[in-house]
């Protein structure tokens, strides 16, 4: 911006004062980027209470970290936490410990540094200063005035207050549509899907076409001569063969397709996560938010029917302390969490197992927009998700679901009785 070493301290001047002017927008616009942009890698729930109030370098920062918590855990040593002492941004242990909860990264942990999307400087107003950024006789006055004046002069002063109540927003009106005045007359009806301009073909463009559509017709007749083996592999692949040979016959054919998670103790978890809208790693706060609803006042004699003397062991089973494979006793038993996973979510769970069961919410009515989270025990020891076809027929509900839901819940039932029942027409030997 110098542009040579000739000059004088006035052109010096401007030239360093649009530089800074230049970085003073750049440094705007990023902080308006923070503000409204939301990159992929943060979607998660994990970065809920950040998003939007804390800078996205800050958040690039944290999920670089967050790589870190699956070789460091929650200890301190191996972390190092160079990132809380020297960027003031929650290290790899303290993430460990949040996500090994399934709490969300509160904001509090992140430096005021990081939270400062703004450059304007917060003055501490003092006794003696205080009139000084006092407006109520000056808003007195505008009322005043406004009362005062025409209904043209409102309408100017109002939109005058409009500019500076609401800078985003503009009084400029889009220049009108300019009429077309070139080109060829339009004709009515469809345009042909193989000419760029209404224009009756030329003779050669007649036969191009038909040359092409008759090849075409050549290589169609030719795929449906050969074997169909191929597409077969393909679109069983897709529903993991391996996967679905494990259903029952009479509901494979609903099955759109199967998605595998990882088998690290936490599948179940995994596939509600997923299913929920948490992503697969969001599994730590399914088991949070499980735990939570063992515990909640309103439902906890409900619980107590429930589970009777096994409510210890179900809440011991959703309690993990480190990341990595979970014992056995720490699996998802979904006769236990199928009833939890419902009431929590409010949502129908269908299992697809050995046996197939189904379970509803216990205290609350029918939804028609009520969503379905299907889930498959496969290899005896794993679950996947099931995404199934629209009106799929469901399993029947379990004993226990009869046996202590509320009153209110029976809706459940007759919102899906015709469902239920094209079931037990498939399987008329378990009716």
């Known amino acids: ?74 200890n301190r040593q191996i972390c190092g936490c160079t990132l809380r002492t020297s960027y003031g941004l929650p290290c790899a242990c303290e993430l460990g410990r949040y996500r090994l909860g399934g709490i969300l990264i509160p904001i509090d942990v992140v430096h005021v ?61 889009p220049p009108p549509e300019k009429i077309k005045t070139k080109g060829g007359v339009k004709k009515k009806g469809k345009k042909p899907a193989d000419y760029d301009v209404y224009r009756d073909p030329s003779y050669h463009e007649y036969v191009d076409k038909a040359f092409q559509s008759s090849q075409r017709q050549s290589q169609s007749s030719q795929r449906q001569s050969q074997p169909s083996q191929t597409s077969k592999k393909i679109k069983l692949s897709k529903k993991q063969p391996q996967f679905i040979l494990q259903f029952p016959n009479h509901i494979r054919s609903y099955i759109k397709d199967i998605v595998n998670v990882e088998s690290d103790g936490n599948c179940g978890f995994r596939v509600i996560a997923s299913l929920h809208g948490y992503g697969e790693d969001g599994w730590p706060m399914v088991r949070r938010e499980l735990g939570l609803e063992l515990i909640d006042k309103d439902r906890s004699t409900l619980y107590d029917k429930l589970f009777s003397n096994r409510l210890s062991v179900v809440r011991e089973s959703l309690m993990i302390e480190s990341f990595g494979s979970q014992p056995p006793e720490k699996w998802t038993s979904l006769l236990d969490m199928g009833y939890l996973i419902a009431n929590r979510y409010n949502v129908a769970l269908v299992c697809l197992g050995n046996p ?22 496969v290899n005896r020891n794993h679950w996947v998700q099931v995404n199934m076809k629209e009106g799929f027929p469901l399993p029947p509900v379990t004993l226990d679901w009869k046996k202590f839901r509320s009153h209110i819940a029976t809706t459940w039932m007759l919102g899906f009785a015709g469902r239920m029942q094209h079931w037990q027409l498939l399987t008329p030997e378990l009716a």
Not at 117 to 144: I, P
């Open 1 to 74: 911006m110098l542009g040579n070493s000739i000059g004088d301290m006035v052109k010096y001047w401007e030239a360093m004062n649009n530089n800074l002017r230049l970085q003073l927008g750049n440094i705007r616009a990023s902080f308006q980027k923070s503000f409204y942009e939301v990159e992929h890698v943060h979607v998660s729930p994990f970065y809920g209470y950040l998003r939007g109030s804390v800078s996205r370098a800050a958040l690039r920062r944290i999920v670089e970290e967050l790589l870190r918590v699956d070789y460091v855990g929650t």
């Open 113 to 173: 540094h990081w939270r400062k999307l703004t450059m304007e400087v917060e003055l501490e107003v003092g006794e003696d200063d205080g009139l000084e950024v006092d407006m109520t006789s000056a808003m007195d006055e505008l009322w005043r005035r406004f009362r005062s004046l025409d209904v043209i002069g409102k309408r100017a002063l109002k939109s005058r207050v409009c500019e500076l109540a609401y800078p985003t927003m503009t009084t400029l009106c």
């Open 356 to 377: 197939c069961m189904t379970f509803f919410p216990m205290t609350s009515s029918h939804s028609p927009n009520v969503s379905i989270y299907c889930i498959g025990f």
